[in-house]
C-alpha cells in the first residue's frame, strides 16, 4: 500500500516547471498559462485507488487510477495528449 497522501495540498512554487514543460514539447502558450497558475491539489486515496483533483481558477482536472496498474491519462484540453 502507498504512503497517505490524503489531504488536500496548496502549490508553494513552482520552480523549473516551465522547463519541465519545454522538456515535454508542450505549446509555448499552455506553458506561459500553466506556469502563472498555482493549482491546488485533493487525493483521496482508499488503499491503492487514487482520485487526485487539480483545481485551480483555470481548469480543474481528475485523475483517477489504481497504483501498480498501467492506466491512461487523457490530456484533452490542455494539449490533447494521451498518457499512458
Not at 506556469?35 to 483517477?64: A, C, V, W
Request: glycine letters at 4%.
Amino acid at each position: 500500500m502507498p504512503a497517505d497522501f490524503n489531504g488536500y495540498w496548496k502549490m508553494v512554487s513552482n520552480d523549473n516547471f516551465e522547463e519541465y514543460l519545454k522538456a515535454l514539447d508542450v505549446n509555448v502558450a499552455v506553458r506561459k498559462i500553466a506556469n502563472l497558475l498555482k493549482p491546488d491539489k485533493e487525493i483521496l486515496q482508499n488503499g491503492d485507488h487514487m482520485i487526485i483533483k487539480t483545481l485551480s481558477t483555470f481548469r480543474n482536472y481528475i485523475m483517477e487510477f489504481d497504483v501498480g496498474k498501467e492506466f491512461e491519462e487523457d490530456l484533452a484540453g490542455v494539449d490533447d495528449r494521451k498518457c499512458m
